[in-house]
């Protein structure tokens, strides 16, 4: 017997912005993802060389701006001189004109016949969505060596901007204890989808996390309930 849920009490965030139409992690791509529905934004984020707090899913630049370098090797304003459109392809269309998830050859994005899109960087994205629409923004996992740092200028970002108590922070448990020993009183969750080898039900005495958030990954939309 299968599982009924309740759609109309799920909330759908944008992972990285809509990353069927447009590059992940840019103005664009999060511009999009709220056009195209998505109740708030859900955004990957690490540190740069300068300590500067960047969204992007990738700590290697390869992936996103075709640069064999890693995000922490570069400072911020080389980073956003790269043009994060230039690998990215578009998806192949359905019948109905619905991607269909398979990679398709034209990079629509590509900067050599316009200007290029770039990574956006976390404080320009609060500045703008932050009491725009719902944010969530998730840290890496544990084997990430500016994990500690970037909590800590994370948090005090959120603070600058008044923001603690309207974005939540999905990060490991480890995390989330950190930030409230140092202190930090903005909503917290625990990711589940990084548990790093502990049980679910570490939850259950884990008192730094407000909400148990069951992360359901979908296509390019993350959804909690």
């Given at each position: ?17 809509d990353c069927w139409v447009t590059p992940p ?201």
């Amino acid at each position: 017997m299968g599982t009924h849920m309740d759609i109309k009490n799920i909330t759908l965030f944008a992972h990285n912005g809509d990353c069927w139409v447009t590059p992940p992690s840019t103005m664009e791509s999060l511009w999009a993802g709220l056009g195209g529905g998505a109740n708030g934004l859900c955004l990957d984020v690490l540190l740069t060389r300068d300590k500067q707090i960047i969204c992007t899913p990738n700590a290697s630049l390869e992936h996103s701006c075709g640069v064999p370098a890693q995000v922490d090797s570069m400072n911020l304003d080389a980073i956003r001189k790269l043009d994060a459109g230039k690998t990215w392809r578009s998806s192949e269309l359905d019948s109905n004109y619905q991607p269909t998830g398979a990679q398709g050859e034209d990079t629509p994005w590509d900067a050599s016949s316009q200007r290029p899109v770039v990574l956006s960087k976390l404080e320009d994205v609060l500045r703008i969505f932050g009491r725009r629409t719902q944010l969530l923004i998730r840290l890496h996992d544990l084997t990430y060596e500016h994990q500690s740092e970037l909590a800590t200028l994370l948090t005090e970002l959120l603070n600058r901007f008044g923001l603690a108590k309207r974005a939540c922070i999905i990060a490991p448990i480890a995390t989330c204890q950190l930030m409230r020993q140092q202190g930090y009183h903005g909503e917290l969750a625990a990711d589940l989808t990084r548990m790093n080898g502990l049980s679910p039900a570490t939850l259950d005495a884990a008192s730094c996390v407000d909400t148990d958030y069951q992360l359901a990954w979908a296509e390019e939309f993350v959804s909690y309930f």
